[in-house]
């Protein structure tokens, strides 16, 4: 025993050494290249002395780096995320400076702007060679992982978890064709294992599920988390009531969302036992958030500064500059995508520039890294069931398509995050099962706006016969990732339409989008409008809407039938005969009709709903925002989501034990010709909860017996060297795969 520890220590040690020896040269190279920064005296020094200085410098660098750059980020708790990220090369270089400060033989000096660029390279170099170090020595990384899972646990003074734990990763708005293309290309490489693609037996299945009306991560997530998304009918809509427009991804309106759907479902959600939220929109119930919308409107407190998430991550000084790095890298190659495509005349095309390339690596490099590191934390720490959302592949879709290059390469990223999170996962204090799904999926398109040269919201008001603008105005885009950047810099979400002021102007409509969905409301009139009150008012507008080429359907309240939807030509369908007489929904596939009458049903939705066409063919729809590739309404991919599930969870489409009393839930609604096996986020909601509970019963073998025992997860003979090509991101932190070196 004596003999293992002195082993220990020494390899210790001699871990130490090394990369305290490559940082000193390291700090030798870079002083020969870089003109302002030097290791010896003006009066200059012999090598020894130079190499002692550098010596000292790469030691005191790493030293202040341990012990005083924790210190500095817990001062700067409440600096915004996105700064204090940028502040990471200032802060960094800073005590380069102080390190030669330090040197007792007052040798060697730096200008400020080239401590910034060595401070930076040496972090880089340190946390790669220690990496490389851990990778060579399975013993030294076994037990690092289990000291920190050890350190977590009693830190958050947890007992020793008892069966399965369960991780649902959110791809946001990778659709079920998307994947399976993805998969089919060899783009993803880990989910076609698990797919059995490799020739190996298949771990996990695939399954399609559809949306509802409201194909958009509000009303996905907050049904899947919450059990209930009733009266939501879209990204952003105008309450009556009130007076105000709730817009999904604004911090207020998730919160009041959050509130409603835990108040409807009769349940806080489904991470209430033991859970963690990580950059989602609602918090699911859980007792653990970070980088969760519905938080951010609260005053700032312990939880609202999120330690778990940003903070926590920019600790240490490696991650942060490689995120750093990572983020510049990931602006420039957006700016030199996009003008790629304007220099070749790609169409459709949207308007790229301003600040979304800030947006776009924010997405993609600082989210993915800070809610995979905390997802991390949660599986070392043993909690029971975490859910958590990336964002990349839907910001970059909105923008670059959803077929696009630019996305695909997104995929290929969030594949190499997924192999991350299985590989910690093997060495967590319990066995995990890791579902992946979407909320929704994307369709291609060129705007409304390009097409025709105007807005939805200019039709309507040349229907109403109110004056319209000579140039169309762009529509604001309401993708997920410009919320979760105001949020990080302690902003309000800015919508347009935060509040209808109705001062003089009464008798104008409201006119909204989500996606290829559009929402018209009459704040003059505080009930919904019937299809007679909306001609008597305003003859012309309902047919130019219904007759406009942009435009599939229109769904309207009436006062004869309860709600018709109305098309081109006349179409008028009644809703209690949609299913014997689509008329204009059916080139939305099964389902829509469905859809329509539940969202018919909401006390909020709008006097008119809008859908834009659809070609069956191409998938092809119209968006009323900015977005090439959108969702928000009927149409196209954007409705057809997935779930990859473990084979060890019972089949997602068998029925769904609901409730305190186990009873039976009713069957999938219409789960009809396009195979889709579940209709709707709170059908998803159902699943998941049965996963949950089935982690608390024991297995019975399919021919029958005695329960199988679970076996106990991450024990000490666990298979450490498969994971040895991501042991130094484990160690420290997701490495980004992105990473400009």
């Known amino acids: 025993m004596g003999g293992a520890r002195w082993r220990r220590a020494a390899s210790q ?37 130079i190499a002692v200085t550098a010596a000292f410098g790469a030691g005191a660098f790493g030293v202040l780096s341990a012990l005083v750059w924790p210190l500095l980020v817990r001062l700067l708790l409440l600096v915004p995320a996105l700064v204090l990220a940028l502040l990471v090369f200032f802060l960094n270089g800073g005590l380069l400076l102080l390190a030669l400060h330090v040197n007792p033989a007052a040798r060697g000096g730096v200008a400020p702007e080239t401590a910034v660029v060595v ?78 693609r490799d020739g190996a037996p298949a771990s996990h299945r695939l399954d399609l599920w559809r949306t509802d009306w409201s194909s958009q991560t509000g009303a996905s997530q907050l049904g899947i988390l919450h059990g209930s998304n009733h009266d939501v009918p879209a990204f952003r809509w105008y309450e009556k009531h009130s007076g105000e427009v709730m817009v999904c991804n604004r911090p207020s309106s998730a919160a009041e969302l959050q509130r409603r759907a835990a108040r409807y479902a009769g349940h806080p959600g489904l991470l209430h036992t033991d859970g963690a939220s990580r950059g989602n929109l609602f918090g699911g119930g ?75 690596a924010f997405a993609t490099v600082v989210e993915r890294d800070v809610v995979v590191a905390a997802v991390m934390g949660d599986l070392l720490a043993g909690r029971t069931a975490v859910y958590a959302d990336l964002v990349a592949y839907d910001e970059v879709a909105h923008h670059s398509g959803p077929r696009s290059r630019d996305a695909a390469k997104v995929l290929q990223r969030l594949d190499r995050a997924v192999a991350l999170i299985e590989k910690v996962a093997e060495h ?32 309507v008001r040349a229907g109403c016969g109110l004056p319209v603008p000579r140039r169309a105005r762009r529509t604001r885009s309401g993708a997920e990732a410009r919320a979760a950047v105001r949020a990080a810099l302690h902003r309000p979400v800015e919508e347009g339409e935060e509040r209808y002021r109705p001062e003089g102007r009464r008798s104008e409509p409201v006119v909204l989008a989500s996606g290829n969905l559009g929402l018209v409301s009459f704040p003059a009139v505080p009930h919904r409008m019937s299809e007679e009150e909306i001609h008597a008012r305003y003859p ?31 179409a008028r369908v009644p809703l209690d005969r949609l299913d014997e007489e689509p008329g204009p929904l059916a080139p939305f596939g099964p389902g829509a009709a469905d859809a329509v009458r539940r969202t018919h049903s909401f006390p909020n939705t709008a006097d008119i709903m809008v859908n834009s066409i659809h070609d069956p063919a191409d998938g092809e729809v119209l968006a009323f925002e900015e977005q090439i590739g959108s969702h928000g309404g009927l149409g196209g991919a954007q409705s057809r989501a997935f ?99």
Do not use: C, K
């Open 13 to 49: 040690i001699g871990r130490s050494v090394t990369v305290w020896a490559v940082s000193t040269v390291t700090m030798l190279v870079l002083a020969g290249i870089l003109p302002d920064f030097r290791l010896q005296s003006a009066d200059g020094d012999s090598a020894t002395q």
């Open 119 to 196: 401070a930076a390279v040496m972090s880089a170099v340190a946390s790669a060679t220690g990496g490389a170090l851990a990778v060579r020595d399975d013993d030294a990384y076994r037990r690092r992982l289990y000291r920190l899972a050890d350190r977590r646990r009693r830190r958050a003074r947890r007992p020793a978890p008892a069966g399965p734990g369960t991780v649902f990763l959110q791809l946001d708005g990778v659709g079920h064709d998307v994947l399976t293309d993805a998969v089919e290309r060899g783009l993803m490489p880990t989910l076609a294992r698990w797919l059995g």
């Open 286 to 360: 859980a007792d653990e958030q970070a980088l969760v919308l519905s938080i951010a409107a609260r005053r700032r407190s312990r939880e609202t500064r999120s330690r778990a998430g940003y903070f926590a991550y920019f600790s240490d000084p490696a991650n942060a500059v490689r995120t750093a790095l990572s983020f510049v890298a990931e602006v420039g190659r957006e700016i030199t995508q996009s003008l790629r495509a304007r220099l070749r005349e790609e169409r459709p095309r949207v308007s790229r520039g301003g600040l979304y390339p800030f947006i776009r």
């Open 428 to 459: 967590a204090p319990r066995r995990y099962r890791i579902v992946l799904l979407s909320d929704h999926g994307q369709s291609p398109g060129e705007t409304f706006r390009s097409r025709y040269g105007l807005t939805l919201g200019d039709l």
């Open 540 to 570: 012309a507008l309902l047919p130019t809407l219904a007759n406009h080429p942009g435009i599939g359907f229109l769904l309207v309240r009436s006062e004869e039938h309860g709600g018709v939807v109305l098309g081109a030509r006349g």
């Open 643 to 741: 779930l990859l599930s473990p084979l060890t969870l019972s089949a997602p489409t068998a029925r769904t034990p609901d409730g305190p009393d186990g009873a039976d839930a009713p069957g999938p609604r219409d789960a009809r010709a396009d195979g889709a096996g579940i209709v709707g986020a709170e059908q998803v909601h159902r699943v998941l909860r049965r996963w949950l509970r089935e982690a608390d019963l024991p297995r019975t073998p399919p021919g029958g017996g005695a329960p199988a025992a679970v076996p106990e997860a991450g024990g000490p003979e666990a298979a450490v060297r498969e994971t040895a090509a991501s042991e130094a991101a484990v160690r420290e932190a997701p490495v980004p795969d992105d990473h400009p070196s």
